[in-house]
């Protein structure tokens, strides 16, 4: 078993003195503290004996119609018994690992990978294939060769994991196409794909893409979400949609680790999308994370030297930053600690040893001010490694890159070669 870089960075970011862009909180201070006052009086009253008690394993009835609701707005029709409640979407994750994986075989998932997938990967002994990203996604063209070696050494894999919509860590958006073309990979060569669809509600701007789920109608894609972005993650209520046989086999997994998810945490979600329009609170999330967002962005470009490049993302809750191949972000975060403030490192989201001049940082747990001095801080940090690694090799550091007017500003010309994203980026320096 590996231990996850984010909950290893959980005691250091609770210190009130450290600015943390590591993790992937939500904001859970705009839920009305009187909201949820009310909400819990209403459980207590109508349904306190019920939410006291165990439920089945799939879930409540009740909270799977709010499921239902929330992947309507995804646009996915789902019928009810096809879901099951799960604690949180990290569960569907092991769950599905569970189910489907003997130590040894192959999963194949995107590189960079969600870091909070890694340590569950290495717990069932998973042989992980990494397939590269651009700013459209997982490339299906690479992700075929991957397959036909594979076949070719005699070996199949057990599911195809993938987080299309605002990547974690990432930032990047799958490409209709390339959604088109992984259900039809996944149909032609039956293979499960496990779609990971935390951030897909909350978008900033662009226009919305079917879900894999969507375009598979079911038969190949084991769905999975949570509650935990767009209400709290605090009631560790995630989900997963998935093929009959599979949906069973996860149900007894599920059985074996925790017998049920809280009941009283379902009594809650069901009184909140009884209480009003839950999408309202989705849209007051939506324009907080943008403003963040664009903070960031602006912060990024005013404080990181040239050499430094990071996504645009239109969606979610990060973006991912890369350093000068000279710059090593895990031993960068020991130094940004004495500075206070924290980041995920790039390796945290590889398990063959890349990202090592990368970094994930948050942009929706902490305000526009810390973001601003948190990203200032840090870019102190890597200036010093650039000005350094000038003073050692004799190489002169590119100049400072003016301020944009605007966030969203027109990235300049990419440089040749493989990238990830729409990133922000200024010419190169001049010889």
């Known amino acids: 078993m590996k231990s996850s870089v984010m909950r290893d960075l959980m005691a250091l970011t609770e210190r009130p003195d450290v600015i943390s862009l590591a993790g992937g909180w939500p904001d859970t201070s705009t839920f009305p503290a009187d909201s949820y006052a009310a909400l819990m009086s209403t459980v207590a009253s109508q349904s306190c004996a019920r939410a006291l008690q165990y439920g089945p394993t799939e879930g409540l009835s009740l909270v799977k119609g709010c499921i239902a609701e929330v992947m309507l707005a995804e646009g996915i029709e789902i019928d009810t018994d096809e879901l099951l409640v799960t604690t949180g979407g990290q569960q569907v994750i092991d769950l599905v690992c569970k189910t489907l994986l003997d130590p040894g075989d192959v999963v194949v998932c995107e590189a960079p990978t969600y870091p909070g997938a890694v340590p569950t990967f290495c717990a069932y002994e998973a042989d992980v294939v990494h397939v590269t990203m651009d700013r459209d996604g997982m490339r299906v063209d690479e992700l075929e060769q991957t397959l036909d070696r594979l076949e070719a050494a005699g070996r199949r894999p057990k599911f195809i994991y993938t987080v299309p919509t605002f990547h974690n860590p990432a930032g990047v958006t799958m490409s209709l196409e390339r959604r088109r073309e992984l259900v039809r990979v996944a149909a032609e060569r039956e293979l499960l794909v496990l779609e990971d669809n935390p951030y897909g509600l909350l ?57 049920c998810s809280s009941s009283i945490s379902q009594y809650f979600v069901s009184a909140y999308f009884d209480s009003g329009p839950w999408e309202d609170y989705v849209r007051s999330l939506i324009e907080i994370y943008r403003r963040r967002r664009d903070v960031m962005l602006d ?19 990060f973006i991912w930053a890369t350093m000068p191949d000279y710059i090593d972000t895990t031993d960068l975060l020991v130094r940004a600690l004495d500075q206070q403030v924290a980041f995920v490192p790039g390796r945290a989201a590889f398990l063959d040893g890349r990202g090592g001049s990368s970094m994930r940082l948050n942009f929706s747990g902490v305000d526009e001010d810390l973001i601003r001095e948190g990203v200032r801080r840090l870019g102190e940090v890597v200036h010093e490694q650039v000005a350094l690694y000038g003073t050692l090799t004799g190489a002169r550091p590119a100049r400072q890159r003016a301020r944009p007017t605007t966030a969203a500003a027109e990235p300049a010309e990419p440089v040749p070669g493989e990238r990830l994203a729409e990133v922000l980026r200024l010419p190169r320096k001049r010889a």
């Open 299 to 317: 912060s990024l470009a005013e404080h990181f030297p040239r050499e430094a490049e990071w996504t645009h993302p239109e969606g979610g809750l």
């Open 203 to 259: 978008r900033y701007e662009g226009t919305p893409l079917p879900t894999l789920r969507a375009l598979d109608g079911g038969a190949f894609v084991i769905y999975a979400s949570t509650f935990s972005k767009i209400l709290s993650p605090g009631v560790r209520l995630g989900w997963a949609a998935a093929p009959s046989p599979v949906l069973e086999k996860m149900n007894i997994g599920k059985q074996a680790s925790d017998l």
